[in-house]
T-cell receptor, first 116, second 109 residues
Framework: KAGVTQTPRYLIKTRGQQVTLSCSPI?????VSWYQQTPGQGLQFLFE???????NKGNFPGRFSGRQFSNSRSEMNVSTLELGDSALYLC???????????????FGSGTRLTVV | GIQVEQSPPDLILQEGANSTLRCNFS?????LQWFHQNPWGQLINLFY???GTKQNGRLSATTVATERYSLLYISSSQTTDSGVYFC???????????FGRGTQLTVWP
């Protein structure tokens, strides 16, 4: 079955612009979460959506936002880009908890964003 | 949230050597996973192992949930094993994983 698909793979933007990243989860997965990875801060949690509702949010400014559609696909948006937003953005999907059983997370290939 | 400590931070091996990577957790383990980050950035699932022992080829993992730690064993390492290994768990929080800082493994031919 298809894995987690993130688009685009690479992106170069200018300071002040905005960007939208897309994530299509594994079929049947309703939980989609986003992470930012930088050399200095490691993997940091941005937010998680479950059945179109934001269930968890990390410690990022309001310039970072996201949403989830009825087909579980998710987008994240970063407005007014700053140089420090340059990072690898990873998306993960999961079945979550079903029937008392926890299910693991599967990650996409990521979107590498460079802000110049 | 849960704190995750990984050790060692860096590991350099010659091909054929064995290694053990460790993760310690500050809270109950519920969703422990080991990942390998490939050179292109993708996090590849190695094990979903909230408890017990699993093996997959040259790799095996053991989680002792009551003592809040997990070990990843790599036997007969190959150059293709190089990369960063992460462990992560969700602790008591649904919907997110808490990651360690990773172990950078370099395997020389």
């Amino acid at each position: 079955k298809a894995g987690v698909t993130q688009t685009p793979r690479y992106l170069i933007k200018t300071r002040g612009q905005q960007v939208t990243l897309s994530c299509s989860p594994i079929s049947g997965h309703r939980s989609v979460s986003w992470y930012q990875q930088t050399p200095g801060q490691g993997l940091q949690f941005l937010f998680e959506y479950f059945s179109e509702t934001q269930r968890n949010k990390g410690n990022f400014p309001g310039r970072f936002s996201g949403r989830q559609f009825s087909n579980s696909r998710s987008e994240m948006n970063v407005s007014t880009l700053e140089l420090g937003d340059s990072a690898l953005y990873l998306c993960a999907s999961s079945l979550g908890v079903r029937g008392g059983r926890n299910y693991g997370y599967t990650f996409g290939s990521g979107t590498r964003l460079t802000v110049v | 949230g849960i704190q995750v400590e990984q050790s060692p931070p860096d590991l350099i091996l010659q091909e054929g050597a064995n290694s053990t990577l460790r993760c310690n957790f500050s809270d109950s383990v519920n969703n422990l996973q080991w990942f390998h980050q490939n050179p292109w950035g993708q996090l590849i699932n190695l094990f979903y192992i909230p408890s017990g022992t699993k093996q997959n080829g040259r790799l095996s993992a053991t989680t002792v949930a009551t003592e809040r730690y997990s070990l990843l064993y790599i036997s007969s390492s190959q150059t293709t094993d190089s990369g960063v290994y992460f462990c992560a768990d969700r602790g008591s929080t649904l919907g997110r994983l808490y990651f360690g800082r990773g172990t950078q493994l370099t395997v020389w031919p």
